[in-house]
C-alpha cells in the first residue's frame, strides 16, 4: 500500500518533528497514527496542488491534529483556505503557524485559546467593505508573514494585531473594479501607530492610483509612532486597466519620498522604495537629518532628475549613509546609458571643487573594467557606481566644509 509508511508512524512515540507530502487520500491514514504521537512538536504538511477536496471537507480531515496537544509549529502549504477550524483551539503550546487560513473580525477570536503563539504566516485578513475592527486583539503576536488585506481593511488588521514587530511579504490589494468611491461614513478610520515594529516589508502595494494616496497616509500613521523600526521596504503596483489580469508597476512621487524621510522614525537604518517618478532633488530637500540611515536603494520608473544640488542635499541629509542604490526597474537606455548617468554625476560633483585629481579619478574610472549588472537582479552589493556617487558626495561636502572653515 502506498501509504503504508504512515501507519508506521504510530510505533514513533518520540518522534518530535514530522514532514509529509500527501494528497486527500493520504490523511485518514496519518489520521489513525496520530494517537501515539504524543511527542510531536512539529507537524508540516505539504499538499500536492490536485487536492480534491472542499474547504470545509479539508478542515474535517485535519481534525486529528487538534489531538496533537504538544505542538509549538503547525505549517500547512499549498492547502485551500479556510477559516481557524474549531480543533485549532486545542494547540495550546503553538508559537508558530503557518497555513491558508482566512482571518476576520469575527473568527479571529479563536487564535486568543493559544497564549503562547507569536507568529502567523500565510493568512488573508478580510473585514468586510466598512473595515470593521475586531472584538479581541492579540499583542503577544509579533511576527506575520505573507499576509493579503485590501486596502479599506488595513487599519482593521492593525488594530487586531498591535504588538506586531515584524512584518513581511504584505500585500496590499484593491477589486480593481470597485469604480464608486466609498461614502465618507464608509471609511475606517486611520489605523493606530504599530509602535513595536521593526521591519516592514511590502510584498506589493497592488492598488489603483486613485487608492495609492490613502494607503500611503495610513502607511505613515502607522509607523509614525514606530519607535523601534529600523528596515523599511515598500514595494509598489498598481492595477492596470488596460488588462484586468495584470499588474503594472507604479510609482512614488518625490513628495512620497520626501515624507517618508521626514516621518520615519529616527532609529531607520535601511530604507528601499520601488518604485519612485523621475527622481529630483525635492525629494531630499528640506530633508532632516537621518544619522541612523545606513541603507537606500530607490528604484524608478523614469530616468531621474537629480542635479548636483539634489546629490547634495542626499548627502547632507544622510551623513551615515553606507550603503547608496539608484537603479531603474527597467533599464531602456541600457547598462551603459545608465553608467554614464552615474559617471556624469561624479564629474559634476568632482568639478565643483575644481580638483586637481577629479581628471585622475575619471582616467581611472575609464580604465576600470565593469562588471555587468542587471536591475531585476538581487545582488545589489555588485553596484560599483553607486558606491563611486557615494564618494563623490562625501568628497563634495568635505570639500564645502573645509571651505566654510577657511572662510
Known sequence: MVWSPLLQLSRMECLQELSVRLDGSGLPYLARSAANLSGLQTLGLCFDSGLLLSNDAFAAGLSFIGGLVGLSCLWLRDSPSMAPPAWLSSLTALTHIEANLRLSPGNVAALAALPALQQLQGVTWTAGGGGALPAARFPSIAVLVRCSVHHSELPSLAAAFPGLRQVTELTIFDDGDDDEEPH???????????RSLQTLTTRGLKLQERHMAAVFNWLLRLLRGASEL?????????WDVDNDEEFAPTAFSDADVAALLANAPATLTSLKACSVAALTAAAFAGCPPRPALKTMFLRWMAPPRLNTAGLLALGRALPGLERLCLRPIVEDDGLDGEQQRKRAWIEQLDALGGSAAAGRRRRRRRRRRVQPSFAGADDDDSDEDDTELLRAIRRALARDASAAGVR
Open 230 to 238: 529600523t528596515s523599511l521596504d515598500l514595494g509598489c503596483w498598481t
Open 184 to 194: 465618507p461614513a464608509a471609511v475606517p478610520a486611520a489605523p493606530a501607530a504599530w
